[in-house]
């Protein structure tokens, strides 16, 4: 491949990328673009968590992005029936801000599984989850 068609096309990835993250960015604050990014990582830290492990499946991958693809659907839900509704913006920032805890405390257990060294990240992991327990 030419080495004009390569940077053409990093260039056109870029542009597409830039101009969804401003769109993001400009209707629903950072905490949103925030949460695709964590999903992204922990996506990809799973998959790679799986082949690490000898646990790579298509099948558990695709439930995974499905998931993750319905979380948003929920989340982009939140945000339009607020802004309906109420004409504010804290509850869709509230939800998303409580799934990119989630999606950190997945990020952390995967590179666990990778067997990285977390240090005091484990200690952080330990006390959200006993929030998230009710304790």
Do not use: C
């Not at 990014?37 to 830290?45: E, L, P, R, S, V």
């Amino acid at each position: 491949m030419d080495g004009n068609k390569i940077v053409f096309g990093i260039k056109s990835v870029g542009t597409a990328v830039g101009s969804i993250w401003s769109l993001i960015v400009g209707a629903m604050g950072w905490a949103f673009p925030t949460l695709i990014i964590m999903m992204a990582a922990d996506y990809i830290t799973g998959v790679m968590a799986g082949a690490a492990n000898g646990g790579l499946s298509s099948s558990v991958g695709r439930r995974g992005f499905l998931k993750k693809v319905y979380v948003l659907i929920l989340i982009g839900s939140v945000y339009l029936l607020e802004k309906v509704v109420l004409g504010t913006q804290h509850l869709g920032d509230g939800v998303t801000i409580a799934y990119i805890i989630i999606e950190f405390i997945s990020l952390a257990e995967n590179g666990g599984k990778l067997g990285v060294n977390l240090g005091p990240i484990n200690n952080i992991i330990a006390v959200l989850k006993e929030k998230g327990d009710g304790k």
